[in-house]
């Protein structure tokens, strides 16, 4: 079994460089998905022993810093409409006036994106994927109708088309009088439609693609 799917991984590479479509050869997406979730499960748990230790110092960092436990957990929308726990370094702490604030240190790991290590667990127990819709709280995905319904069909991911486009979002939401009006009719469904996109046009070299841009911190609107 295992020897198959790597094979199904080098067959997708070589393809995805070649420039061919590897699915005009294959006879479903399963083996997409069977690629995808061996490629998530060998680097997730590669990631996971490779930072496991940054993970931890900032995570005693993290706690120390906002006087509460430094994983940060919340549920959020998954595969199919489930419910699962996210898995990040906490960010934020109370201010005097009793008010969430980011520390200094949390917008380090923000802007670096250590916050977003813990989620490697996530992909490998299978919550997650690397690449996909970047998972929501309860009241976005979850509601969608008609045809935009179909992205819960998608895994979701630690980095995605959206999140390349919307990089900046924090700082983009931060400009607005109403954040989450303009979260809500603006930037929501503008998200909605590039995964539709990316969901149609799916693909390992397009999913390489994509972590090749995140990693590399390469902007750029995808399949927008």
């Not at 050869?25 to 496991?52: A, C, E, H, Q, W």
């Not at 303009?182 to 397009?206: C, E, M, W």
Request: charged share 20%; proline share 5%; net charge positive.
């Amino acid at each position: 079994m295992w020897l198959k799917l790597v094979c199904l991984v080098l067959f997708f590479m070589f393809a995805s460089l070649l420039g061919l479509d590897p699915f005009y050869y294959l006879p479903t997406n399963r083996s997409l998905l069977m690629i995808k979730r061996l490629f998530d499960f060998i680097f997730s748990l590669l990631g996971l022993v490779l930072t496991g230790w940054l993970v931890l110092i900032f995570y005693l960092l993290a706690t120390i810093d906002t006087r509460k436990n430094g994983l940060f957990v919340q549920e959020r929308i998954g595969q199919y409409g489930k419910k699962f726990r996210i898995y990040k370094l906490r960010t934020m702490r109370w201010n005097a006036a009793g008010q969430p604030t980011i520390s200094a240190l949390g917008r380090f790991l923000r802007k670096s994106k250590i916050d977003e290590l813990p989620q490697l667990y996530n992909v490998l127990v299978n919550d997650m994927s690397f690449v996909g819709p970047r998972p929501d709280v309860a009241g976005y995905y979850d509601q969608l109708q008609g045809d935009a319904r179909t992205l819960l069909d998608l895994k979701p991911g630690i980095t995605g088309p959206a999140s390349l486009k919307y990089y900046n979002e924090e700082q983009l939401l931060s400009q607005q009088a109403n954040p989450v009006h303009y979260n809500d009719t603006v930037i929501f469904p503008d998200k909605v439609r590039i995964n539709l996109n990316y969901q149609a046009q799916q693909s390992l070299g397009l999913d390489l693609t994509i972590l090749f841009f995140t990693l590399f911190k390469k902007k750029g609107p995808f399949l927008s």
